[in-house]
T-cell receptor
Framework: NAGVTQTPKFRILKIGQSMTLQCTQDMNHNYMYWYRQDPGMGLKLIYYSVGAGITDKGEVPNGYNVSRSTTEDFPLRLELAAPSQTSVYFC????????????FGPGTRLLVL | DAKTTQPTSMDCAEGRAANLPCNHSTISGNEYVYWYRQIHSQGPQYIIHGLKNNETNEMASLIITEDRKSSTLILPHATLRDTAVYYCIVRALNTGNQFYFGTGTSLTVIP
């Protein structure tokens, strides 16, 4: 299993541009998550999904959108990039609710100039 | 979710045990204690979790006090590859499986 994969690894955006961060997992996990991590800080939850067609907001959802059309994929959309969205973005997945642990992808570094 | 308090940084000599403390004085009865670590900006990696009893796996041991207000993660023989930021997280069931990460403890293993 490849686990959780994310693309791209690094991206530079201009203010106002849009992009989609891709996340795919091959573990047949029901739950998927998007976090952001600013320099020197812990991770903050942006959005999460408990299954295909179901998404919900986390701590810091403003400026982002998500969709979950399949179990495997959970893309994160930035519509109007702002410098405040410069961060490292991590996608994670877990089997379901309960004590199941989360498995993280390698991250996407985003720089908005 | 209950908040946790961890020291900002710690050092440990290579080959010695690393003991990382975590305070979670407001933990609820149904909240588990999880430990993750993050090596040099990679994605966080699960280490161990527990509810009441002490736990041990191939990576570490978790000691939870009887009143559950604090815990200690023990890496029995620290290596240079254990240099990382370690996050202590408390999490209840039925909360959308959200994990709230703080700033963690930056552990440096010294040769």
């Amino acid at each position: 299993n490849a686990g959780v994969t994310q693309t791209p690894k690094f991206r530079i955006l201009k203010i106002g541009q849009s992009m989609t961060l891709q996340c795919t997992q091959d573990m047949n996990h029901n739950y998927m998550y998007w976090y952001r991590q600013d320099p020197g800080m812990g991770l903050k939850l942006i959005y999460y999904s408990v299954g295909a067609g179901i998404t919900d907001k986390g701590e810091v959802p403003n400026g982002y959108n998500v969709s979950r059309s399949t179990t495997e994929d959970f893309p994160l959309r930035l519509e109007l990039a702002a410098p405040s969205q410069t961060s490292v973005y991590f996608c994670a997945s877990s089997y379901g609710q309960g004590v199941e642990t989360q498995y993280f992808g390698p991250g996407t570094r985003l720089l908005v100039l | 979710d209950a908040k946790t308090t961890q020291p900002t940084s710690m050092d440990c000599a290579e080959g010695r045990a690393a003991n990382l403390p975590c305070n979670h004085s407001t933990i609820s009865g149904n909240e588990y204690v999880y430990w993750y670590r993050q090596i040099h900006s990679q994605g966080p990696q699960y280490i161990i979790h527990g509810l009441k009893n002490n736990e041990t796996n191939e990576m570490a041991s978790l000691i939870i006090t009887e009143d559950r207000k604090s815990s200690t993660l023990i890496l029995p023989h620290a290596t240079l590859r254990d240099t990382a930021v370690y996050y202590c997280i408390v999490r209840a069931l039925n909360t959308g499986n959200q994990f709230y990460f703080g700033t963690g403890t930056s552990l440096t293993v010294i040769p």
